[in-house]
C-alpha cells in the first residue's frame, strides 16, 4: 500500500511537467529555479500584508503568452474564484494567507485568460486518489505559463477532498497547473495548497468522474473519457 501511494505520488509530481502520464509525447521536465527563488519577504502595506513573491523564467517556452505576476502579492484574507466547465461550475476560495505567492499567480493568470478554452488533460478516481488535473493550454501535461515559483509548505500538508493545490514536478517548481481533489487522497505533504473546493464544485468533478477515464496513467486514472473544458476562470 505505501509503495502505491509514493508511486502515485511521483507520479503525480512530475506529471505537471513532464507529461507521465503521456509518456509517449517525450517531452522535457522545466529546469528547476535556483535555491535564491524560494525567498520572500513580508512587509506592510497601505492596503494590508502583502509579501515580495518571485517569479523566474522556467527555462520552457509558455503554453500561451502571458506576463508574469507582480511581485507584491496580498498576503492575508481569502479569494473568491470560479471555474466555468463544460460540465458546470467549480467555485474556489483561494487562501492569500497560507499561499500568497500562489493565489497571486493564480488570479494573475486567470485575469489574463490563461486558463480559458483550456482542457482538463488527467482525472484519476480511486481510494487514495481523486484528483482533476488541469492548468495546461496544450492538454499534454508538460505546458506552463514559462515561468516558476517556489513551494508555500508547512510540512503539515493534507488533501482531502475539497483541497486545491499546485502540481509540481519536484521542489520550487509550481507553474500554471493544478489539481482539484474530490476523493480524499493520501499524498506527501509536498504539494502546496492554496485553497478550496466548495459544494457545487464537487458535484461537478463527480459529474466528471462518473464519465469515466482511460486509465492509461500507470499510477492509475488517465485522460476523461469525455473531453472537460474549462471556458473561463472568474476571480471576485
Not at 515561468?147 to 486545491?164: C, H, K, M, Q, V
Not at 493544478?178 to 464537487?202: K, M, W
Amino acid at each position: 500500500m505505501l509503495k502505491r501511494l509514493a508511486a502515485v505520488a511521483a507520479c503525480l509530481s512530475v506529471l505537471a511537467l513532464s507529461a507521465c502520464g503521456n509518456e509517449a509525447d517525450g517531452t522535457d521536465t522545466a529546469t528547476d529555479p535556483t535555491s535564491e527563488t524560494s525567498e520572500s519577504s513580508q512587509s506592510s502595506g497601505a492596503s494590508g500584508e502583502t509579501t515580495t513573491c518571485e517569479y523566474p523564467e522556467d527555462g520552457q517556452e509558455p503554453a500561451r503568452e502571458v506576463e508574469a505576476p507582480e511581485a507584491e502579492a496580498p498576503s492575508e484574507g481569502t479569494v473568491p474564484a470560479t471555474i466555468t466547465t463544460n460540465f458546470g461550475d467549480i467555485g474556489l476560495s483561494l487562501d492569500a494567507a497560507t499561499a500568497p505567492c500562489t493565489v497571486n499567480s493564480f488570479v494573475s493568470l486567470a485575469e489574463q485568460g490563461f486558463y480559458d478554452d483550456t482542457p482538463c488533460p488527467r482525472i484519476g478516481d480511486q481510494e487514495g486518489f481523486g484528483i482533476l488535473q488541469c492548468g495546461d493550454p496544450t492538454g499534454t501535461g508538460s505546458g506552463g505559463a514559462g515561468y516558476s515559483f517556489a513551494d508555500e509548505l508547512s510540512g503539515d500538508e493534507t488533501y482531502p477532498a475539497g483541497t486545491l493545490a499546485m502540481a509540481n514536478a519536484g521542489p520550487d517548481t509550481n507553474g500554471s497547473q493544478f489539481f482539484l481533489v474530490f476523493r480524499d487522497s493520501q499524498f506527501a505533504p509536498n504539494y502546496t495548497v492554496f485553497g478550496t473546493i466548495d459544494e457545487t464544485g464537487l458535484e461537478t468533478i463527480d459529474a466528471i468522474a462518473a464519465e469515466g477515464n482511460d486509465n492509461a496513467h500507470p499510477a492509475g486514472g488517465g485522460a476523461p473519457n469525455k473531453d472537460v473544458t474549462i471556458e473561463s476562470v472568474t476571480v471576485g
